[in-house]
């Protein structure tokens, strides 16, 4: 706690920002409580499509968590030291992104102490079990290892050796953490959509682009807004990374989409057809199915492109291209697509209501919370050492 008091100090912009993830935080607040208070017939679910805009964004999140391994493995186990400077922001990044992955969780439940049995009662059978267990871990690992390299950075001394055993075992552990939510759905025999063996590293693929394109997103804007700059090497190399797993993320899919059509299974086509062109008169996700292809299509081409990708202004682009395409693809089609057709075959349209879109947001807004408040206690760090150098 000793640190918090750095976030409480800050400029008038500062605190217009705090003040309006406040105010959005509130307001999705206030549609929760309605929704505590009624149950979830306030959203759009129903008895067919029974996991929605709140599943949909736990998946995304839990995989922008686990992509913090992409700036932990080359920093810690390849001794690549351009990600020194950033390596703080990908542990911020993945405890603000469990968090909200936790609070998806809590809102798809409708009643929060329902999450209890699953604590009181475990079972080692149960996925559920599995992804409480490796979701608590990570984030208390990425929390132990924050709070212990802001330490040792504000004593400008290194950190202690026994920290390490516990950052090596972070890096498996953010594997496993989006492995077992993959899981969760593959192992689903009834729901044919997700019943591949390809989803895991789908979405392992998917994160690994999605997370860094934030990442970079969230290092150019601080470099923008404040006086921290981490060099152009790190942002490069992290677009890199961005670049090969967007591409082996696209075949995956396109793989997928080759072994479906090319068998002709009617069951197995029909929740592509429902995704892109609709089934019975339904087609709620058509337009969005389609905006994400050809955001991911022309994100690739500004990735692939050397000249392209080298000019931070087009890479910021084309990172937020990257990040809308796959919130789209695995935030929406992903989880509404397995639910129709139904295994009966009957198609229900599902679209968000308004109070599922204020909570979703207001969860979105704790996140961002989360990441200024840190990114806030960790900049006043760096400039109070920089200011103890200059004063030598």
């Known amino acids: 706690m000793f640190m918090f008091e750095k976030a409480v100090v800050g400029s008038r912009r500062y605190w217009t920002w705090i003040g309006a993830l406040f105010a959005i935080t509130f307001a999705g607040f206030l549609f929760y409580l309605r929704e505590h208070e009624v149950g979830l017939g306030i959203t759009g679910l129903s008895r067919d499509v029974v996991w929605g805009l709140y599943i949909a964004q736990f998946v995304f999140l839990v995989g922008v968590a686990a992509s913090a391994v992409m700036v932990l493995m080359p920093y810690y186990l390849h001794d690549w030291k351009a990600f020194g400077k950033i390596v703080i922001l990908g542990e911020f990044l993945a405890i603000s992104a469990v968090t909200m992955a936790g609070l998806s969780i809590l809102a798809n439940l409708g009643q929060p102490m329902r999450v209890l049995n699953v604590i009181l009662y475990p079972s080692p059978k149960s996925l559920i079990f599995w992804d409480l267990v490796v979701l608590i871990g990570y984030l208390l690992l990425n929390a132990l290892i924050t709070l212990v390299a802001l330490s040792a950075e504000r004593k400008d001394v290194a950190p202690p050796g026994w920290i390490t055993p516990v950052i090596l075992l972070s890096i498996p552990w953010a594997v496993s953490i989006h492995t077992v939510t993959a899981f969760l759905f593959s192992g689903l025999p009834g729901r044919s959509f997700w019943l591949t063996g390809l ?108 000249r392209y990708r080298n000019n931070e202004k087009i890479l910021a682009v084309a990172c937020v291209m990257v990040f809308l395409s796959l919130w789209i693809d695995k935030g929406l089609g992903v989880i509404v697509g397995g639910f129709v057709p139904s295994p009966l075959g009957h198609v229900t349209s599902y679209v968000p209501t308004l109070p599922e879109i204020a909570i979703t947001l207001a969860i979105w807004a704790v996140g961002f919370l989360m990441i200024t408040v840190f990114c806030k206690i960790a900049l006043t760090v760096r400039e109070e050492l920089a200011g103890s150098w200059l004063m030598q």
């Open 199 to 306: 989803l895991a590293p789908r979405f392992l693929a998917s994160a690994f682009a999605s997370g860094p394109a934030l990442l970079i997103l969230l290092t150019l804007a601080i470099r923008r807004l404040t006086s921290f700059d981490p060099g152009r090497e790190p942002i490069q190399k992290l677009s890199l990374i961005v670049t090969y797993t967007m591409v082996i993320n696209v075949f995956f899919a396109m793989v997928e989409a080759f072994t479906v059509f090319y068998s002709q299974i009617p069951e197995h086509m029909a929740h592509y057809e429902f995704l892109f062109v609709g089934l019975e008169g339904h087609a709620p996700l058509a337009g969005w199915m389609w905006t994400s292809m050809i955001l991911a299509v022309i994100s690739l081409v500004l990735l692939i492109t050397p």
